[in-house]
């Protein structure tokens, strides 16, 4: 058998796989998914689908709500601890706090790390309510050079940040946003088009 025949029928397997294994827990993510049918169709390489799948990025997206209003100091220390462990871990991100207490934060890096550091900011007391927005993969950082980009908002800009991610996590009509702040911006473009 030629190399192009063999080439041809590991891509009809792999098509072949994706059809039998969807509604199923084996079933592949969106980002899994995409990647495969890609291949499938003869759009990738195998190995190009295997350093995809290799160096993917989880991007976790959360909002919570302070239990109490935190303090400058307060907010410097939480962004001190969150930076030593985020670097030594391979985790890039952004915080926003705004002035009524709310956080909305994104963490990215190997799924593992986002995955387990989640858990640990769930139990954290400083802040309830904690409701997960969006767990996806991507090909690359949002925030590569941040070990946490840290935004202090306002209420109206918050109050904006929220109704554009929920109508997006939501497929609502997207409202238009009076924001300006660039990190806002960066997580509003990117967060649209995963
Ligand atoms: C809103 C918020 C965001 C946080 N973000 C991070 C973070 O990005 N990285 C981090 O290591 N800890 C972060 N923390 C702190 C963790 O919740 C937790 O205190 C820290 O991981 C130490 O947990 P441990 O005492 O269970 O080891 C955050 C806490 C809050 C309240």
Redo the contacts with the bound molecule.
């Keep these: 058998m030629t190399e192009l025949q063999d080439e041809a029928q590991r891509r009809r397997a792999i098509a072949l796989a994706i059809a039998l294994t969807a509604d199923t827990h084996l079933a592949p993510d969106q980002y899994e998914f995409d990647l495969l049918e890609s291949y499938a169709q003869g759009e990738r390489t195998l190995n190009q689908v295997l350093l995809e799948l290799d160096t993917r990025v989880q991007h976790l997206l959360y909002r919570?709500q302070?239990v109490e209003l935190l303090t400058a100091v307060q907010l410097t220390e939480?962004l001190e601890?969150?930076?030593?462990?985020?670097r030594a871990?391979g985790?890039t991100?952004l915080?926003c706090y705004g002035s009524d207490g709310h956080?909305v934060?994104v963490?990215e890096g190997p799924a593992h790390e986002v995955h387990a550091?989640y858990v640990?900011?769930q139990?954290?007391k400083?802040?309830q309510n904690v409701q997960l927005l969006s767990n996806k993969a991507a090909s690359s950082r949002w925030f590569t050079d941040w070990q946490?980009a840290f935004v202090e908002t306002d209420a109206p800009d918050f109050f904006w940040l929220i109704s554009y991610l929920e109508a997006r996590e939501h497929n609502l009509v997207m409202p238009q946003i009076p924001i300006t702040e660039p990190l806002l911006l960066t997580l509003l473009n990117q967060f649209s088009r995963t």
């Design positions: 919570s302070a939480l601890e969150s930076r030593a462990w985020n871990h985790i991100g915080l956080f934060q963490l550091l640990k900011i139990r954290d400083r802040h946490m």
